[in-house]
């Protein structure tokens, strides 16, 4: 049996993780000879009594044939730290999975790409940044990979299915347990054109402590991560610091210095990294060869040396008086009702119903039901 497939079979044992792996992978250069364990080898090895037991009783070709059969009847490829193809970025990380199970396009593991993270709970203004950046930054050519979380994660990878881009998400979960369970659709969707990854088991459902460690995969496939909105507590940083570890970039969006939702971010910044305010920030640090990189707008005409020049941002310059503005700002934290942008403000039923129908020809806000408003 070749060497991966007992080194997948290892992986699949219950009880036994990485770090037991990594015991048996400096102790034994030939993993063949596993198979011919009995408990005192186990043991001998390093690993506790329990496991030892328990891979002396059931760790076998038979047993290995069967868990790999399992996988591939669902669609789902193994990739293994011992193949050939396992994606450089990610081996050269501290902690490299051993295994990952892959659904979808994993020539993708292999292209350049960028991690796009923030909070569960974005406002309206890490939501329209999340979306366009993922579309200008797919559109130079780049793979977005996220995390598959609710909030700024699916924000970006709708945008890039949008723009026809490819994304990568990994999953804190088996790769058939999608977690939330409100974005089976949404990995459905990327599984067709893009790729589902993750390094545990089958049948493993969410559970504290695995999306942390989830994150360190997000930063150790990419060249850099960017952090759209994160609060300052938000797990967004956890795949910041992980991309630090791993001698990769980080890049962080600004937001309004009122919003905590932004907090996260400006720390980041204050630390180093890198401000972004558009997909040209990003694109410039890397100087790649993209296929569709000098197609985006803003970068049209734009060499080396101009390229530290003032640009346009991600969005078109419209012009708004200093009371359009003021509502802007109210309504890019959350939406707000008629009578609580009334007390807030303190103008004239009439006045402000005249900016906000002039907001709303601009297309910059929207009326809900109930004479609420919101930013577009």
Request: aromatic share 6%.
């Amino acid at each position: 049996m070749e060497e991966r497939w007992i080194l997948f079979g290892l992986h699949e044992m219950e009880g036994i993780g990485k770090k037991s792996i990594a015991k048996l992978m400096a102790a034994q250069p030939s993993l063949q000879e596993l198979l011919y364990y009995k408990e005192a080898d186990w043991m001998a090895a390093g690993l506790r009594k329990d496991q030892a037991a328990r891979l002396a009783r059931g760790f076998d070709t038979s047993w290995i044939e069967s868990r790999r059969e399992q996988v591939y009847n669902r669609g789902i490829e193994v990739i293994t730290y011992l193949d050939s193809n396992y994606p450089i970025l990610m081996k050269e990380t501290v902690q490299p999975p051993w295994i990952m199970y892959a659904r979808g396009d994993r020539r993708l593991l292999h292209q350049p790409s960028i991690a796009m993270v923030g909070t569960r709970m974005p406002t309206v203004y890490g939501r329209k940044v999340g979306e366009k950046l993922a579309e200008q930054l797919s559109n130079a050519g780049l793979t977005i990979v996220s995390g598959l979380a609710r909030g700024i994660d699916r924000v970006c990878h709708e945008a890039v299915i949008r723009a026809g881009g490819k994304t990568i998400a990994v999953f804190g979960t088996g790769i058939d347990h999608v977690y939330p369970s409100e974005n089976t659709s949404l990995a459905e969707q990327i599984a067709e054109t893009g790729l589902l990854l993750s390094e545990y088991p089958l049948g493993t459902r969410a559970r504290q402590g695995l999306f942390p460690e989830r994150n360190r995969i997000i930063a150790g496939l990419t060249l850099g991560t960017l952090v759209v909105e994160a609060d300052i507590r938000s797990g967004s940083l956890i795949t910041a610091d992980a991309a630090l570890e791993a001698g990769r970039d980080v890049f962080a969006v600004p937001g309004p210095i009122t919003s905590p939702k932004s907090r996260g971010a400006h720390n980041l910044i204050r630390q180093g990294a890198k401000l972004v305010t558009c997909a040209a920030d990003l694109l410039e640090e890397y100087r790649l060869d993209l296929p569709n990189a000098e197609q985006l707008p803003y970068n049209r005409g734009r060499s080396a040396e101009t390229a530290g020049s003032a640009e346009p941002g991600l969005f078109p310059d419209i012009k708004l008086s200093s009371d359009e503005q003021h509502i802007i700002v109210l309504l890019e934290q959350e939406e707000q009702s008629l009578d609580q942008l009334i007390d807030r403000l303190g103008w004239d039923f009439g006045h402000l119903h005249s900016v906000l129908l002039s907001l709303i020809i601009k297309k910059q806000i929207s009326q809900l039901p109930g004479t609420k408003y919101a930013r577009v």
